[in-house]
């Protein structure tokens, strides 16, 4: 069966820190990717999906980045955190189906 | 979407009561439809979904209809329990999409 996981739960990093939050899906080839944000008691944002290892979209401008190494690993990344980026991160796959299945999520503070 | 930055609307409903969740979608070409529940610290979870082919789709508890002319979808739950209370959220993808759109999510509350 696929399953998706997403670590760490929970994460404080101080204004000006660099940030890595990795995703990684099994039981499932080529799928597609996603990093959403949500703020508190807010929608879901898209801020990156990829298609392929190395394919990365993003879908608003700001001060993180993602990369796709490996086929089954996407990462969120920035090189200095501002208090604006904290939040909820949810990262997202889709296989062959038309639906999502989401991981459990970061929260993010940034401090 | 303009809606991420919305705070959330809220539903509030009696243990025991029907909830009904509503959605509007934009899209006339959105041919799948999907409900979504989340609850507080966890990523959202697939309740139901919908092709653009029906008008509506029941699962335990919960039923689906979609309304193609007023592009309105609405989530009902039956026999509304304490664990129903999350953020509802409806998304919607055309046909031979690739990108799901999420609507801006409700928040429903159970009280006891």
């Known amino acids: 069966s696929q399953t998706i996981h997403q670590w760490p739960a929970t994460l404080v990093q101080p204004v000006g820190s660099p940030l890595s939050l990795e995703c990684t899906v099994e039981?499932?080839?080529?799928?597609?990717l996603y990093w959403y944000r949500q703020a508190a008691g807010r929608g879901l944002q898209l801020l990156f999906y990829?298609?392929?290892?190395?394919?990365i979209s993003s879908e608003v401008p700001q001060n993180l980045s993602a990369s796709r190494p490996q086929d089954r690993q996407f990462i969120l990344s920035s090189k200095k955190l501002l208090l604006s980026d904290s939040g909820f991160y949810l990262c997202a796959w889709r296989g062959s189906s038309y639906g999502y299945t989401f991981g459990s999520g970061t929260r993010l503070t940034v401090v | 979407g303009e809606s991420v930055g919305l705070h959330l609307p809220t539903l509030s409903v009696q243990e025991g009561d029907n909830s009904i969740i509503n959605c509007a979608y934009s899209?006339?070409?959105?041919?799948?439809f999907i409900w979504y529940k989340q609850e507080s610290g966890k990523g959202p979870q697939f309740i139901i979904d919908?092709?653009?082919?029906?008008d509506k789709r029941q699962g335990q508890r919960v039923t689906v209809l979609l309304n193609k002319t007023v592009k309105h979808l609405s989530l009902q739950i039956a026999a509304t329990q304490p664990g129903d209370s999350a953020v509802y959220f409806c998304?919607?993808?055309?046909?031979?999409?690739?990108?799901?759109?999420f609507g801006g999510g409700t928040r429903l509350m159970v009280k006891p």
């Open positions: 998304a919607e993808i055309p046909w031979a999409g690739n990108m799901l759109t």
């Open positions: 039981g499932t080839s080529n799928p597609n």
């Open positions: 990829s298609v392929g290892i190395g394919q």
């Open positions: 899209n006339s070409a959105s041919d799948y």
């Open positions: 919908i092709r653009s082919n029906m």
